[in-house]
């Protein structure tokens, strides 16, 4: 005999045929027989997917210019250069830097270098030795073809350029081929070191947690398949150019379907546990935890979901296709937990709980007559429940205040962007040649900005070009990219196309600085004086489109992902009141958590600024995820507002939730903070971001603020449900009672 006390059912035998299925009339083999067809069709799914992580290389992209929006001018800039070539290649800068000023000997061999170089047939003719004006560097243009083998060139012409410089000097090879290939080694750990360490964090959390080894093993099974079924499926998308995949998105994807996984599947167990504690028949306690944490894990998978998506409202095509594939994660992690976990639990039973096996509770301890909330609690939930009864109005205020003193940090968040030198972490070549580039050269002169100007007003807009600010030198383009200088042998005429001629603009700034993008701006407003129909590309300005772009993605898509994020709240919880306010707590909470992280990236880590897309992301993620852990809360606080009335359901919610919870919000902000071992500013800051606003919303939003505030309120947070009105399963008790209760 057993009472079922899930989901407002509560019965003093098993339900019949006419409720739900009799587990002891169901066969003995079918009881095994279908969580065995589901653990082997997941393994199954793993066999697939588990190599298919070693492939993603083949369909992701980490060309920046390929995250703009086909109506940016630098994409239709680059659209005309496309024209003008006869390949796609991306130029390479090899520096080599010397203490005095070359002799005529070190010049010749610095001549004999190129020779190694062209030897290695890596594209078009290399340009160079280019000496510098000091006389202590000289420089040469290796324009390399672009292909998925970017990388092993970048090093192959490193293996001949840094034995083969002369001897004393440094050689360097940056430029974009050589911070692309940079930026492409410092993703290569996502592929083992990220997810190693963040399934290593999981389980030490999930073992001192649980104190059994079975089912930290079954909940990371769990959360690998998953992560296997996400990443089959995202190889598909991505092979049939349905998304567009990049290794921000591919790491990010790991990191969520770990936590997503891992958090629905902690809200299962807790549910199994509790149902074990009633009967002995594991398949039936299987049955019951999955019929009782069905909604509340759906409602959270279609929230993320959903908010995900809204992404494909981006201009940002980098936004645009994180969207389906961290959905897509999201998808598969919340089957994962509704089929697969479940039926490892309901052939393991108590056994996966082993050596700490929940008992079974003797009929009078099942569940206890209610009338303050707390009865049969103890230790720190029974008292951050009598907290919130006692001080309803205090705990909350102050709350939002301390909220509200951490979101004024936003005011220091330098979000406009980063030099590309800065997003490497890690000791990268490439950066430190941009460095040396810049200390004898024109700092742009390895990526220069292009301007696509009308053949007739060609020379116009050069003198304009000439004379725009933070601009050094400026030639038009012959066939072949040759530049027209005016000295004898070389071309005079430029080479048109459809009536378009193409200008090269040397900057002063480096080309990844927000020096080079301000006089982007300037050169832009200059070439229109003289051709309405003139173009500004190029490294600079495809910076300083995706910026613009990413800024412009901020505040149209956070107004989408609020309201569909409301609207499933209301649904899920049948109120107004209540989604409202838990909306603008996880919104207090965002800026608190951008607030911190703005002093700490500027006063800890020393960040020169944050990418654009930063407070997108991390207001998708914590909004999405916060609102994941109120959505947890508050349908087992309704469930218990059902048959005990609001403010004792309140308590109660809180305290039978605040342990799987907790341990929920602790696992997820440790995978994200695994983000941290790439070397890479973006994630870096989204690792520290989310890590921290999950913890903050875990701890102070969820523990605190939203069962104060719901307290204080009482009945009216479930306006304008009936339970809103008073009526309930149970009558509540006047408030001057509870509190006297919980005071004795």
Known sequence: MIEIIYGGIKTSR???????MNPQKVPFWLRWLVPVVLVITWLGIAGIGGPTFGRLDEVSSNDQASFLPAGAEATEAGDWQAKFRDSDEIPAVVIVENDAAFTPAQLGEAAQLKADIEALKLGSAVVGPIPSEDGKAVQFIVPMASSDELRAKVQELRDVVQPGAPDGMNAFVTGPAGLTADLVNAFGGIDGILL?????AVFLILLLVYRSVVLPLAVLFTSVFALCAAILLVFGMAKLGWIQLNGQSQGILSILVIGAATDYALLYVARFREALTHTTNRTQAAMTAWKASFEPILASGATVIIALLCLLFSDLNSNKALGPVAAAGILCSL?????????????????AFWPFRPKLL?????EPELVTGLEGQKGLWRGIGTLVSKRPRVVWVASVLLLLVASAGVLQLKANGVPQTDVILSQSDAVDGQDALARHFDAGSGSPAVVVASQGAAQQVLDKVKTADGVGDAYLLAEGNVPITGAPGTPAEPAVRDGKVLINATLNSAADSIEAEEAVKSLRLAVRDVDSGALV???TATALDTNTTAQRDLVVIIPIVLVVILFILMLLLRSVVAPV???LSVVLSYGAAMGVSAWVFNGVFGFSGADATVPLFGFVFLVALGVDYNIFLMSRVREESLKHGTRPGILRGLAVTGGVITSAGVVLAATFAALGVIPIMFLVQLAFIVAFGVLLDTVLVRSLLVPALAYDIGSKIWWPSK?????SAAPVAPREEEEASVGR
């Open 14 to 20: 098993f339900p019949t045929e006419e409720g739900l």
């Open 196 to 200: 190693l360490v963040a399934l290593g």
């Open 335 to 351: 089957f994962a937990a509704l089929t697969l976990l479940p039926a490892l639990m309901a052939l393991l039973g108590r056994a």
């Open 362 to 366: 003797p009929d009078d301890e099942r």
């Open 537 to 539: 590309g190029g490294v």
């Open 581 to 583: 306010l838990l909306v």
């Open 723 to 727: 339970l809103g009105r008073g009526s």
